[in-house]
């Protein structure tokens, strides 16, 4: 089981970013996926979540309105779309699916004049 992320960056307070994740050795189909984060000297936290079809997403009160969760089954990828950022969604932001013990590495987004 493999995911990679990717997207991450600098961007600017109220600036957007999108993020990628391309999942392997699993059946991504049938899977629901997460994406957390984990800030500087924090533990990980529970960003949002999608389930297998894509029909059902949620998110963590501190991003409701701001993120959006999506997938294309097609591409085995989960994306999360982020809004209007402040600086206290600086992190590193990980994908995930529930009942594997696999993480990625990770992409970094700074949120920074």
């Known amino acids: 089981v493999q995911f990679v992320e990717s997207g991450g960056g600098l961007v600017q307070p109220g600036g957007s970013v999108r993020l990628s994740c391309a999942a392997s050795?699993?059946?991504?189909?049938?899977?629901?996926m997460t994406w957390y984060r984990q800030a500087p000297g924090k533990g990980r936290e529970l960003v949002a979540t999608i389930s297998s079809a894509g029909s059902s997403t949620n998110y963590a009160e501190s991003v409701k309105g701001r993120f959006t969760i999506s997938r294309d089954n097609a591409k085995n990828t989960v994306y999360l779309q982020m809004n209007s950022l402040k600086p206290e969604d600086t992190a590193v932001y990980y994908c995930?699916?529930?009942?594997?013990?696999?993480w990625g590495q990770g992409t970094q987004v700074t949120v920074s004049s």
């Open positions: 050795g699993f059946t991504f189909r049938s899977a629901g």
């Open positions: 995930k699916a529930p009942g594997f013990n696999s």
